[in-house]
């Protein structure tokens, strides 16, 4: 294979790695905001019901295997920034922050990293 063939194939995957993992993450952040507004909805739902008094106690969660894999390898993706969040208390600032700097990562960098080898060559 030719220098040009390879650098071209690292490109590709390169590219491809890009896309599977920002689709992994945003994936990720897709089922957090339906586990959240779902949540959020059952709260109303029982505080209207209860006359105004919140009596919930720690959710419970039933995720299904999928979830579980689709949130193990966000986390595997987003765990580098995790410390830029570490102090912050809100789960929408700590999961979108680390989504947004993943696709910014992922995304842009991965993606201009390909293109420039395929321009250097």
């Known amino acids: 294979m030719t220098p ?3 650098s ?3 490109a590709g995957l390169l590219r491809l790695a890009s896309w599977v993992i920002c689709l992994i993450v945003l994936a990720s952040f897709l089922v957090f905001v339906v ?3 779902s949540a959020a909805s059952t709260h109303q739902q029982e505080a209207l019901t209860r006359g105004g008094a919140s009596t919930t106690s720690g959710t419970s969660k039933h995720e299904s295997d999928l979830h579980k894999t689709i949130d193990e390898a966000s986390n595997t993706f987003t ?3 995790a410390g830029i ?3 912050s ?3 929408w600032l700590i999961h979108g922050g680390k989504t947004a700097l993943a696709l910014l990562i992922y995304g842009f960098a991965l993606g201009y990293l390909a293109r420039a080898l395929r321009v250097r060559v």
């Open 4 to 6: 040009t063939g390879v």
């Open 8 to 10: 071209s194939s690292i």
């Open 35 to 37: 586990d959240q507004t």
């Open 79 to 81: 765990s580098p920034f």
């Open 85 to 87: 969040f570490s102090g």
């Open 89 to 91: 208390t809100s789960q």
